[in-house]
């Protein structure tokens, strides 16, 4: 059984406010993604990370930003949330010494910015 | 690039009817294959996988054989439930590689 967290589970702002979505997961895996995920159900990488003090732009811009300053955590942050932020975030890790990279995915945040 | 391709949904069946969601990709060498499940309100989880041509990944009565020669990875169940209603995305992880291509998703009604 995969151990990965997110909190919140939903999240109603206002345009304007700044926002940290929380990560973290407890299997001491190396590699951590965050993915957004749209109203028609496909996933969009947004930032990744190798490990401790590494952090990268996926393949889907964003104007979040993201660290990883411990192994367990890693939180995405928006400064100024917008309407066109609304969506699905999902957190996932990867356990280091294995070939195929599956994946352990969070519960998700259903973020709503008014 | 590396790609995955699935079939559109929605998919609607009635209860013991049979599925099969159809993926294809694209990829170079040999990558890793997988299907997960997303289940209303969460996040995805692995249902299966195949490391290597002609395996095949079973799981919860689902199954799924990777065919290099087609480059599919086409998923099925013989009797679907209720509780199999959920969205299914077909994905491929090159070897080594440090990022999972994700189909666009299938969603799956079973109708009682």
């Known amino acids: 059984e995969a151990d990965i967290y997110q909190t919140p589970r939903y999240l109603v702002i206002g345009t304007g406010k700044k926002i940290t979505l929380e990560c973290s997961q407890t299997m001491g895996h190396d590699k951590m993604y965050w993915y957004q995920q749209d109203p028609g159900m496909e996933l969009h990488l947004i930032h990744y990370s190798y490990g401790v003090n590494s952090t990268e732009k996926g393949d889907l811009s964003s104007e979040s930003t993201v660290s990883r300053i411990r192994t367990e955590h890693f939180p995405l942050t928006l400064e100024s949330a917008r309407p066109s932020h609304t969506s699905q975030y999902l957190c996932?890790?990867?356990?280091?010494?294995?070939?195929?990279?599956?994946?352990?995915f969070g519960p998700g945040t259903r973020l709503t910015v008014l | 690039g590396n790609s995955v391709t699935q079939m559109e949904g929605p998919v609607t069946l009635s209860e013991e009817a049979f599925l099969t969601i159809n993926c294809t990709y694209t990829a170079t060498g040999y990558p890793s294959l997988f299907w997960y499940v997303q289940y209303p309100g969460e996040g995805l989880q692995l249902l299966l996988k195949a490391t290597k041509a002609d395996d095949k990944g079973s799981n919860k009565g689902f199954e799924a054989t990777y065919r290099k020669e087609t480059t599919s990875f086409h998923l099925e169940k013989g009797s679907v439930q209720v509780s199999d209603s959920a969205v299914y995305f077909c994905?491929?992880?090159?070897?080594?590689?440090?990022?999972?291509?994700f189909g666009a998703g299938t969603r799956l009604f079973v109708k009682a």
């Open positions: 994905a491929l992880s090159a070897t080594g590689g440090f990022k999972t291509i």
């Open positions: 996932a890790s990867t356990p280091q010494g294995i070939s195929y990279n599956e994946q352990f």
